[in-house]
């Protein structure tokens, strides 16, 4: 999924949409700016909705599984509602074919320090035997965190807008620092495994019926990062 978007205009992939702290793990697709929550997401034209709030994670798909992917850029709100303001991504998977197909893919990598490992594998079976189509898929992804130091700048309000403490009109804040240091975690720690298949039946030329079942079973351990405003400062 990451090359796809890195490949085309107007699309972001990008991490922290999320509602909760740990959001920089998870990744997600921004269409013209309008954040995740903007951009819906559709399975052979499906929708798949993540947790509360939160977008799906493009992580949890297998890459074996996709056969294209179509998108549609600008506001589609009138057909599929508000979370579509921005576009609508819709993933193909592959079809069953005459006689029996596989794919099997094995990805790994790391960082230049050795640190936000990921590991991904995934299978994916399909096939057709008389009237019968079927497919099967099943992926697991783990990933581990890295950690970096990251400076933080300290803005008090003031009547004439955010100021640094240093230079707050109140010199009771000027024995706060302006910046810290402060530890920052990208990607948290995750494992992810996923299931399905699909089952498809021709009753004529024009009528089939199929029924689909899909497992997923997810752990994260994340990190959580708060904030706190400033109030009754007292030297």
């Not at 205009?9 to 509602?19: A, D, N």
């Amino acid at each position: 999924m990451g090359n796809i978007v890195s490949r085309t205009p107007g699309l972001t992939r990008q991490y922290g949409t999320f509602p909760s702290a740990s959001s920089k793990s998870k990744s997600s697709i921004s269409i013209r700016g309008m954040g995740a929550t903007g951009t819906l997401l559709l399975v052979d034209g499906e929708r798949i909705d993540g947790e509360v709030k939160n977008p799906y994670d493009l992580d949890r798909i297998p890459a074996s599984m996709i056969e294209r992917i179509e998108i549609v850029k600008g506001p589609m709100s009138t057909l599929y509602g508000a979370d579509a303001v921005g576009g609508v991504v819709n993933i193909i998977t592959k079809q069953p074919t005459k006689g029996f197909q596989g794919s099997f893919g094995v990805k790994t990598g790391t960082n230049s320090h050795g640190k936000g490992k990921n590991h991904d594998i995934d299978l994916n079976i399909r096939g057709s035997k008389n009237k019968l189509k079927y497919s099967f898929y099943v992926g697991n992804s783990i990933s581990r965190p890295y950690t970096q130091s990251e400076i933080a700048h300290v803005f008090v309000p003031s009547p004439t807008g955010k100021k640094p403490p240093s230079q707050h009109p109140d010199a009771r804040f000027h024995t706060a620092k302006d910046t810290y240091k402060t530890n920052a975690t990208y990607r948290e720690k995750a494992n992810v495994f996923n299931a399905g298949t699909k089952l498809e039946y021709e009753l004529s030329d024009t009528l089939s019926a199929g029924v689909t079942f899909s497992y997923m079973d997810e752990e994260r351990w994340g990190v959580y990062n708060g904030f706190a405003h400033p109030s009754c400062f007292v030297r």
